[in-house]
């Protein structure tokens, strides 16, 4: 990638999307109803959970690489029932692995960012393979 600050660029991006993640995920967490919802809500709030590592994980890197986090979520979906919410989860974690996909060939001259994108790469497919299970696919 050569550059620290396009390192520190693109850590925010992916900070951005990590914080937009846990806002979309807690909400559905207190607003999915159903009969399934009590096992599905739980998944929500671990999944949430497991972005908030993920935002931690990101914010320390970028403040060791001399860079500022963000503060500022992406986009997030709020609304519908609960199958649109799952589908909203799963199209945000694709987007997500898309991302982590191209943010890890970019850091081939530092392995430390491109483990820890790895890392993340490796828990948005796992939540990913959770929701197309849970949707049935």
Excluded at 69 to 75: E, M, N, R
Excluded at 97 to 121: G, H, M, N, W
Aim: glycine share 6%.
């Amino acid at each position: 990638m050569g550059s620290e600050k396009k390192t520190i660029e693109l850590l925010n991006q992916a900070l951005s999307d990590e914080l937009a993640a846990i806002y979309q995920y807690m909400w559905h967490h207190f607003h999915g109803q159903g009969m399934e919802s009590p096992a599905i809500r739980e998944l929500f709030k671990e999944a949430s959970m497991d972005e908030m590592k993920h935002a931690e994980a990101l914010a320390e890197r970028i403040t060791l690489l001399g860079g500022d986090p963000t503060h500022q979520p992406g986009p997030v979906k709020f609304g519908g029932d609960l199958r649109k919410m799952i589908k909203d989860d799963l199209a945000a974690e694709e987007d997500a692995i898309k991302f982590y996909r191209k943010a890890v060939a970019q850091c081939e001259d530092d392995p430390t960012t491109r483990r820890l994108f790895e890392s993340l790469l490796e828990d948005e497919e796992r939540h990913a393979d959770t929701w197309r299970t849970t949707l049935g696919k």
